[in-house]
C-alpha cells in the first residue's frame, strides 16, 4: 500500500474525460497539492469536489508517460483502461500525441502501448494494447481453498458460482451467468469485491454470453462500486469468454449500461482494448481534504 507521503505532488490543474460514462480527473505532477488518500476522496466527491470515479496522476511529460492512478476511495491501483485512454486524451489536446501516433506510458511497473485513431467532436478513438492475461487463482491473489473441486465459487446463499479469475495487470473475479440484471450485481458485488480470500480485492463483472463474441457485462469495480462502464473489466469478461471456450479468440464486443467496447484477443490471451472516450471539461480545483 502506498503510503501518504509517498504519494505524489500534482498541479490543480485538471483535465476530466469519461469513456462510457465512467470518468477520471487527469492531474499532472505540481506543487498544488499532494495526492494522499483524504485528498483523492475530496476531489472525487461527486457533490463536495469535481466528482470522479478515480484520478489518473500525469507524472512525466515525455514519453514514455509515467502514470499513477487512484480509486475515490483514496486507494491506490493497478491500472484503467478507460482511465488510460482519458489520459491519451490529454496527451493530444497538450500537443504531445498526434493522431495515428503509437506512444507509451507506464503504469503500475508495466509499460503499456497505445495509439490515438481519431478525433471528432470531442470524441476520442483510443487502442491500449493490455498484454498478456493471465487466469487462474493465483492470477489475482486468490485463495485456492475458496473454490471447489469444479472450481466454482460459493455465492453468498452458498449456490455455486461460475467465476474466471482474471488479471489484466489488475484483479478480476468474472462471474458467468444466464440472466444479468442490478439486483443480482448489487447482491455479488459487495459480496466478492474485497472477499476475505483475496489478498487485496477484485473487480467483480456478472457476464452473460449474448451472441457469438458477444457478451453483455455489468461492473462492480473494486474501490469504486457499480460503474456504467470499465476497460479492464471488458478485458477481463472477454479473456473469460475466450478461456471457457465460449468464444474464439478474435474480436469480440463486451456491451455494458454505458455502452459497446472492443477487444482482439489471442489464443495466447494478449488482449487489445480499442474504445471511445470523450472530453469533459478543463477546470482547476480550489478545494482541499477535510
Not at 470522479?52 to 507524472?59: F, H, K, R, T, W
Not at 495466447?268 to 480545483?285: H, I, N, Q, S
Request: proline share 5%; net charge negative.
Amino acid at each position: 500500500m502506498m503510503r501518504d507521503e509517498a504519494r505524489p505532488l500534482l498541479a490543480r490543474t485538471f483535465f476530466k474525460g469519461h469513456g462510457l460514462g465512467n470518468d477520471y480527473l487527469v492531474f499532472e505532477a505540481g506543487s498544488g497539492w499532494r495526492a494522499d488518500a483524504a485528498a483523492v476522496r475530496a476531489v472525487c466527491a461527486r457533490h463536495s469536489g469535481v466528482g470522479a470515479d478515480g484520478v489518473v496522476a500525469l507524472l512525466s511529460g515525455d514519453a514514455p508517460f509515467r502514470l499513477a492512478m487512484f480509486n475515490p476511495d483514496g486507494g491506490a491501483f493497478e491500472r484503467s483502461g478507460n482511465g488510460l485512454r482519458i489520459v491519451g486524451a490529454h496527451l493530444h489536446r497538450t500537443g504531445r500525441v498526434h493522431i495515428g501516433e503509437a506512444f507509451a506510458v507506464e503504469v503500475g511497473g508495466d509499460l503499456v502501448r497505445m495509439c490515438l485513431h481519431g478525433v471528432r467532436d470531442g470524441r476520442f478513438d483510443i487502442s491500449v494494447e493490455m498484454g498478456r492475461a493471465r487466469t487462474g487463482a493465483a492470477a489475482v491473489g486468490l485463495d485456492a481453498r475458496a473454490l471447489d473441486a469444479d472450481g466454482r465459487f460459493a455465492g453468498p446463499d452458498g449456490t455455486p458460482l461460475e467465476v474466471v479469475p482474471v488479471s489484466v495487470g489488475n484483479p478480476h473475479l468474472v462471474v458467468l451467468a444466464q440472466g444479468v440484471d442490478e439486483a443480482r450485481l448489487e447482491e455479488l458485488g459487495p459480496y466478492l469485491v474485497a472477499h476475505p480470500a483475496l489478498e487485496a480485492g477484485a473487480n467483480v463483472q456478472l457476464a452473460e454470453v449474448t451472441g457469438p463474441g458477444e457478451a453483455f457485462a455489468r461492473v462492480w469495480e473494486r474501490g469504486v462500486g457499480p460503474t456504467t462502464a470499465s476497460g479492464t473489466s471488458a478485458c477481463a469478461v472477454a479473456v473469460a469468454l475466450v478461456h471457457t471456450g465460449r468464444a474464439r479468440p478474435g474480436a469480440l464486443r463486451v456491451r455494458m449500461p454505458g455502452g459497446d467496447l472492443h477487444m482482439e484477443v489471442t489464443e495466447e490471451l494478449d488482449v487489445t482494448l480499442r474504445g471511445p472516450v470523450e472530453a469533459v471539461m478543463e477546470g482547476v480545483w480550489l478545494g482541499h481534504a477535510r
